[in-house]
């Protein structure tokens, strides 16, 4: 069984940048795999941030942008702000119709 | 605007059946395909199943086949999740989404479902 991998936490400054990566237990993240983020506050649905590896979703500033590094999946906030604490996960296109989410990353600016 | 609305879900005992309904409007639903996503309390998000635009395919998680039923309702712009023989493990908050090209492009706001 594929597992999608995400840091369990992540800490930044405000002001600061950070990546997060989404990868996968066996082999490597490609644009085949049609990486998406999604941002979560507690209590609210998912919010929809970047699709197919790099394309920002409709009214998502770009101070987020997703890429590939290396074998992973990779988002990049820069210019960190207080609201952008909350949870952020990653899918991955598994093929034959299939998805899988990694376990997510709890980001904390401070 | 595109608006996904979950209702159906509540508390049933285990084995038991719930079916969840997704009323899709601002767009036209007959042409995108659907996601059902689950978020167990204090879990991450678990993507659960997918149907086609119209309806020919259905795919689901390895943890819900066989269980759990994806279908739509074009006439009614409704999707459904039909869920039998239900475990504790089921018990999450349920989102349905709009597909994007490979994602989830917008979502609703989900409703709860209890096993207990």
């Known amino acids: 069984q594929t597992v999608v991998t995400q840091e369990p936490s992540f800490s930044v400054s405000p002001g600061g940048t950070v990546t997060l990566t989404c990868g996968l237990s066996?082999?490597?993240?490609?644009?085949?795999?049609?990486p998406s983020w999604y941002q979560q506050t507690p209590g609210q649905a998912p919010r929809t941030l970047i699709y197919?590896?790099?394309t920002r979703s409709s009214g998502v500033p770009d101070r987020f942008s997703g890429s590939i590094l290396g074998n992973k999946a990779a988002l990049t906030i820069t210019g960190a702000q207080a609201d952008d604490e909350c949870d952020y996960y990653c899918?991955?296109?598994?093929?034959?119709?299939?998805?899988?989410f990694g376990g997510g990353t709890k980001l904390t600016v401070l | 605007q595109v608006q996904l609305v979950e209702s159906g879900g509540g508390v049933v005992q285990p084995g038991g059946s719930l079916r969840l309904s997704c009323a899709a409007s601002g767009f036209t639903f007959s042409t995108y395909g659907m996601h059902w996503v689950r978020q167990a309390p204090g879990k991450g998000l678990e993507w659960v199943s997918f149907?086609?635009?119209?309806?020919?395919?259905?795919h689901y998680a390895d943890s819900v086949k066989g269980r759990f039923t994806i279908s739509r309702d074009s006439s009614k712009n409704t999707l459904y999740l039909q869920m039998n023989s239900l475990r504790a493990e089921d018990t999450a908050f349920y989102y349905c989404?709009?597909?994007?090209?490979?994602?989830?492009?917008?979502w609703g706001k989900g409703t709860t479902v209890t096993v207990s």
């Open positions: 899918v991955l296109y598994m093929g034959s119709g299939t998805w899988v």
């Open positions: 066996s082999g490597s993240v490609s644009p085949s795999s049609y």
């Open positions: 149907i086609r635009y119209d309806g020919s395919n259905k």
């Open positions: 197919s590896t790099n």
């Open positions: 989404a709009k597909e994007g090209a490979y994602y989830m492009d917008v």
